[in-house]
């Protein structure tokens, strides 16, 4: 039978959810009907004029080719992000699962990027990449690979997108470990005993039963991936070279706050907004279908 708390009062369930309702207020809620509110105005860098101009923000936006051309950018970005933070941090979860020996260590190891702050990450990777001092960059040289970030975008784009993995890559860690330590080892010793071999028994009870961990990370990754990263990219390229890495959270800074365009910058972070609302309700919708609980 379905067990529900019921209280006495009626105010008291509202009471108890008061202080995080008011941080939702305060700090989603007021920014987003700012943001909306601006998204109609053309005003100066300075506050002291405004005029209304409906959407007029958002018209010069798609028409302007840099902006539409973030999209893309935004989107390959946000692709390599999830997969590939998903997939290593999946590797490393399922290998550090079988560890017997020192286990706390390896898994205490794994999980101190996270505790690394987005803009120390992005600076931490630049100098590794750096040429000619860095060390990844000294070992590609040596191998007859010639990297250089400051020209060439694919070498940009690969170097945030590094650093962004190797940011996420403990947060996802943690929950794949949290799920495959959840699985009951009954399931997987009677596989084992009727001869399924370790791949097939990964992928026929393993990963079926970590996809309600792999759905929950894929939201949380692309989030991750469209707002959390905007220090790492303005910390290892500032959007460069040219705007080749100018995602769409990065280029809302950039034309808020040094090309001092409030109205068109307040208009892209409400397309942002909407371009998440979307993802989120998308994959809620179709991808959660192929989740097993």
Known sequence: MEKRVRFKSAWLPWLLIAPQMAIV???FFWPAAQALYQSVLQEDAFGTSREFVGLANFERLFSDPGYLASFRITALFSALVAVIGISV?????????????????YKTLLIWPYAVAPVVAGVLWLMMFASPWGVVSYALQAMGFQWNHLLNPNHAM?????????????????????GLQSIP???IEAATIDGASPWRRFWTIVFPLLSPT??????????YAFFDTFAIVDAATHGGPGKDTAI??????????KALDMGGS????VVLMAIV?????????FVEKKVQY
């Open 158 to 178: 690969a170097l945030i997108v590094i650093a962004a993995v190797w940011k996420q890559i403990s947060y996802n860690f943690l929950f794949f470990l949290a």
């Open 214 to 223: 792999t759905f929950f990370l894929l939201v949380m990754n692309v989030i």
């Open 266 to 269: 307040a208009a892209q972070s």
């Open 89 to 105: 941090a999946l590797v490393l979860a399922v290998m550090a699962n079988r560890v017997v020996r020192g286990a706390t260590v």
């Open 277 to 285: 609302i979307v993802l989120t309700v998308f994959q809620f919708r």
């Open 25 to 27: 207020l305060v700090f």
């Open 248 to 257: 769409l959270v990065y280029k809302v800074y950039y034309d808020g706050f």
């Open 185 to 187: 080892n009954a399931v």
